[in-house]
Protein backbone atom coordinates (compact mmCIF):
# COMPACT_ATOMS: atom_id res chain seq x y z
CA UNK A 1 0.00 0.00 0.00
CA UNK A 2 1.47 3.36 -0.71
CA UNK A 3 1.95 6.19 1.52
CA UNK A 4 -1.39 8.26 0.77
CA UNK A 5 -3.18 10.50 3.36
CA UNK A 6 -6.80 8.54 3.34
CA UNK A 7 -8.59 11.16 5.59
CA UNK A 8 -7.42 13.99 7.73
CA UNK A 9 -9.02 11.51 10.68
CA UNK A 10 -9.04 8.41 11.58
CA UNK A 11 -10.87 6.50 14.45
CA UNK A 12 -9.49 6.28 18.08
CA UNK A 13 -11.10 4.27 20.98
CA UNK A 14 -13.36 6.42 23.31
CA UNK A 15 -11.55 7.11 26.52
CA UNK A 16 -8.15 5.76 25.26
CA UNK A 17 -6.25 6.39 28.49
CA UNK A 18 -8.14 4.48 30.29
CA UNK A 19 -7.37 1.41 28.86
CA UNK A 20 -5.09 -0.61 31.14
CA UNK A 21 -2.16 -0.82 29.19
CA UNK A 22 -2.40 3.21 28.13
CA UNK A 23 -2.91 3.74 31.73
CA UNK A 24 0.33 2.07 32.74
CA UNK A 25 2.56 3.87 30.20
CA UNK A 26 0.66 7.16 31.20
CA UNK A 27 1.78 6.51 34.41
CA UNK A 28 4.73 5.36 33.57
CA UNK A 29 6.01 7.44 30.92
CA UNK A 30 3.65 10.65 31.62
CA UNK A 31 2.23 12.38 28.78
CA UNK A 32 5.44 12.74 26.90
CA UNK A 33 4.80 8.96 26.03
CA UNK A 34 1.39 9.28 25.49
CA UNK A 35 2.32 12.20 22.66
CA UNK A 36 4.80 9.71 21.01
CA UNK A 37 2.34 7.01 21.06
CA UNK A 38 -0.56 9.50 19.54
CA UNK A 39 2.60 10.39 16.52
CA UNK A 40 3.54 6.75 16.12
CA UNK A 41 -0.28 6.19 15.13
CA UNK A 42 -0.68 9.07 13.17
CA UNK A 43 2.10 7.91 11.57
CA UNK A 44 1.19 4.40 10.72
CA UNK A 45 -2.21 6.21 9.87
CA UNK A 46 -0.62 7.76 6.50
CA UNK A 47 1.52 4.66 6.16
CA UNK A 48 -1.54 1.88 6.36
CA UNK A 49 -1.50 0.59 9.55
CA UNK A 50 1.47 -1.25 9.22
CA UNK A 51 5.02 -0.12 9.14
CA UNK A 52 8.65 -2.14 9.22
CA UNK A 53 9.58 -2.63 12.84
CA UNK A 54 12.83 -0.66 12.77
CA UNK A 55 13.54 1.43 15.51
CA UNK A 56 16.03 3.74 14.04
CA UNK A 57 13.86 4.30 10.95
CA UNK A 58 11.20 4.92 13.33
CA UNK A 59 12.77 7.19 15.46
CA UNK A 60 13.71 9.38 12.45
CA UNK A 61 10.47 9.32 11.21
CA UNK A 62 9.15 10.62 14.52
CA UNK A 63 12.30 13.10 14.90
CA UNK A 64 13.31 11.70 18.48
CA UNK A 65 17.38 11.92 18.71
CA UNK A 66 17.78 12.74 22.43
CA UNK A 67 18.72 9.65 23.80
CA UNK A 68 15.65 10.02 26.18
CA UNK A 69 13.21 10.56 24.15
CA UNK A 70 14.42 7.29 21.93
CA UNK A 71 14.78 5.32 24.77
CA UNK A 72 11.11 6.33 25.93
CA UNK A 73 9.96 5.99 22.39
CA UNK A 74 11.79 2.56 22.64
CA UNK A 75 9.59 1.47 26.25
CA UNK A 76 6.82 3.26 24.56
CA UNK A 77 6.78 0.65 21.52
CA UNK A 78 7.67 -2.66 22.59
CA UNK A 79 6.75 -2.82 26.53
CA UNK A 80 3.34 -1.64 26.75
CA UNK A 81 1.59 -4.26 24.44
CA UNK A 82 -0.03 -1.20 22.83
CA UNK A 83 0.99 -2.15 19.16
CA UNK A 84 0.63 -5.46 16.70
CA UNK A 85 3.24 -7.44 15.73
CA UNK A 86 3.49 -9.47 12.78
CA UNK A 87 6.37 -11.41 10.25
CA UNK A 88 5.08 -10.23 6.47
CA UNK A 89 5.41 -13.01 3.90
CA UNK A 90 9.22 -11.55 2.51
CA UNK A 91 10.18 -12.42 6.50
CA UNK A 92 10.15 -8.66 7.67
CA UNK A 93 8.51 -7.75 11.13
CA UNK A 94 5.99 -5.59 11.02
CA UNK A 95 4.45 -2.75 13.81
CA UNK A 96 1.10 -1.25 13.65
CA UNK A 97 -2.73 -1.27 14.85
CA UNK A 98 -5.38 -3.40 13.71
CA UNK A 99 -7.71 -0.74 14.06
CA UNK A 100 -6.15 1.86 11.47
CA UNK A 101 -5.28 -0.34 9.37
CA UNK A 102 -8.85 -1.62 8.99
CA UNK A 103 -10.27 2.07 8.76
CA UNK A 104 -7.85 2.44 6.24
CA UNK A 105 -9.36 -0.59 3.99
CA UNK A 106 -12.85 0.99 4.84
CA UNK A 107 -11.86 4.57 3.39
CA UNK A 108 -10.56 2.51 0.29
CA UNK A 109 -13.41 1.06 0.22
CA UNK A 110 -15.47 4.42 0.54
CA UNK A 111 -13.55 6.22 -2.29
CA UNK A 112 -13.45 2.97 -5.09
CA UNK A 113 -17.79 2.63 -4.22
CA UNK A 114 -18.15 6.69 -4.55
CA UNK A 115 -15.91 6.40 -7.63
CA UNK A 116 -18.36 3.63 -9.17
CA UNK A 117 -21.24 5.45 -8.05
CA UNK A 118 -20.03 8.70 -9.79
CA UNK A 119 -19.27 7.19 -13.00
CA UNK A 120 -22.73 5.48 -12.74
CA UNK A 121 -24.79 8.57 -11.82
CA UNK A 122 -23.16 10.56 -15.52
CA UNK A 123 -23.97 7.74 -17.73
CA UNK A 124 -27.54 8.07 -16.58
CA UNK A 125 -27.44 11.67 -16.54
CA UNK A 126 -26.15 11.73 -20.19
CA UNK A 127 -28.93 9.34 -20.91
CA UNK A 128 -31.16 11.59 -19.35
CA UNK A 129 -30.39 14.20 -21.71
CA UNK A 130 -30.42 12.57 -24.66
CA UNK A 131 -34.27 11.09 -24.10
CA UNK A 132 -35.45 14.64 -22.86
CA UNK A 133 -34.35 16.06 -26.52
CA UNK A 134 -38.08 16.22 -28.29
CA UNK A 135 -37.92 15.65 -31.34
CA UNK A 136 -38.84 18.36 -33.98
CA UNK A 137 -42.61 17.64 -33.99
CA UNK A 138 -43.25 17.64 -30.93
CA UNK A 139 -41.73 21.55 -30.47
CA UNK A 140 -44.61 23.98 -30.20
CA UNK A 141 -46.18 26.33 -32.22
CA UNK A 142 -43.80 29.37 -31.12
CA UNK A 143 -40.66 27.50 -31.48
CA UNK A 144 -41.84 26.59 -35.00
CA UNK A 145 -42.25 29.86 -35.73
CA UNK A 146 -39.23 31.48 -34.47
CA UNK A 147 -37.45 28.32 -35.36
CA UNK A 148 -37.83 29.30 -39.22
CA UNK A 149 -36.17 31.94 -39.11
CA UNK A 150 -32.97 30.37 -37.40
CA UNK A 151 -29.91 28.39 -38.98
CA UNK A 152 -28.55 25.32 -38.00
CA UNK A 153 -25.90 26.50 -35.74
CA UNK A 154 -28.31 28.59 -34.69
CA UNK A 155 -30.69 26.55 -33.54
CA UNK A 156 -27.90 23.86 -31.75
CA UNK A 157 -26.83 26.92 -29.89
CA UNK A 158 -30.17 27.42 -28.67
CA UNK A 159 -30.36 23.39 -27.38
CA UNK A 160 -27.16 23.70 -25.47
CA UNK A 161 -27.70 27.14 -23.75
CA UNK A 162 -31.62 25.69 -22.59
CA UNK A 163 -29.85 22.22 -21.70
CA UNK A 164 -27.18 24.95 -19.56
CA UNK A 165 -30.23 27.08 -18.00
CA UNK A 166 -31.85 24.08 -17.22
CA UNK A 167 -29.63 22.42 -15.17
CA UNK A 168 -28.86 19.53 -17.77
Known amino acids: MGNEIFSLWYKQPAMLTSFPEMALMIKKEGVEGYGLYM ?3 DSL ?4 GYRENNFDDISLVLDCRKKKIKMKLKRVLDDYNLFDYYVDDDGIEMIGLQRVKEDVETLTKRKLDGKKG ?11 QINEVKPKEELSEKVKEVK ?21
Open 148 to 168: SEMTDYEEEELMYQAMYYNGN
Open 118 to 128: GLKRAKNQAEK
Open 45 to 48: HVSG
Open 39 to 41: IFA
